[in-house]
């Protein structure tokens, strides 16, 4: 059996709007001279795509709608915020407040991911009033840096952009691909025998989001640990992003 491993990358400097992801990552590589492979795939966390994008909003500049400031009384929140989350919105998919001061809306973004606050975010930006946002297209941002990457190590890789979200019956958060580029997202196992030789009608794994998680094991939001690369997986090169990954709705039974 092969391994997997998973290789963190230790003192990359404080991503700022402006600076370019992947000539960090190669001057990184070259300092520490780090030995990357053909086939590695690097995961990279969703907040220093965003910073780099300047994807970061002064809530001091948002002026609330009427509507903002009627939710955001439903829901305990700060209608700047209510009204930057809507303004990635495209469908309002669940809203509550089960808990005094602590509510919850569930959306779907203009990029068609369902999480909570569309992504809109307050940790490690610089405290304060600032929140990031999403990338405005993570696949156009993972292919970018994997193209930059590629040339600058003349090796053939993997990018994925990971986000970290809750899950609908299940306490607790994990991360999941909101971008990818160099991987199929899917692998999809139709047609192939399982282990006592029947055939597999329904096995599609979310092979980008199992990558993910896995290397969410190292990024934790106080660790500093924004990149890590996965090393020894044979994955399904090409694809067409982590849109692959998002259920049709006509097939979504929980919607």
Not at 18 to 43: P, S, Y
Not at 78 to 93: A, F, S, W
Not at 125 to 130: A, I, K, M, P
Not at 162 to 169: A, C, I, L, M, S
Request: hydrophobic share 40%; glycine share 10%; with cysteine.
């Amino acid at each position: 059996m092969k391994n997997i491993s998973l290789i963190p990358l230790e003192g990359l400097p404080r991503v700022k709007p402006g600076d370019d992801i992947a000539e960090l990552l190669l001057d990184h590589f070259r300092k520490n001279k780090t030995e990357i492979n053909n086939g590695d795939i690097v995961v990279i966390a969703q907040k220093i795509v965003s910073k780099a994008e300047n994807r970061i909003v002064n809530l001091n500049d948002v002026k609330p709608s009427e509507f903002a400031e009627k939710l955001s009384l439903e829901i305990s929140k700060d209608p700047r915020l209510v009204e930057v989350i809507l303004g990635q919105t495209t469908k309002i998919i669940k809203m509550d407040q089960r808990v005094e001061d602590k509510g919850r809306l569930i959306v779907e973004t203009i990029g068609g991911v369902i999480c909570a606050n569309a992504g809109v975010d307050m940790s490690n930006v610089s405290g304060g009033d600032y929140v990031t946002l999403l990338p405005e297209d993570s696949d156009l941002s993972a292919e970018k840096i994997k193209d930059r990457l590629e040339q600058g190590l003349n090796k053939e890789l993997a990018v994925i952009i990971t986000d970290t979200v809750g899950r609908p019956w299940r306490d607790g958060l994990l991360d999941i691909a909101i971008g990818c580029s160099g991987i199929k997202a899917l692998h999809d196992q139709r047609g192939e025998l399982d282990s006592d030789g029947l055939r597999l009608n329904a096995t599609v794994m979310a092979t980008a989001d199992q990558i993910a998680t896995a290397a969410g094991l190292l990024m934790e939001k106080s660790s500093s640990l924004p990149v890590v690369i996965v090393r020894g997986y044979k994955y399904d090169k090409g694809g067409s992003g982590a849109g692959e990954l998002i259920r049709n709705p006509a097939e979504d039974l929980f919607r």
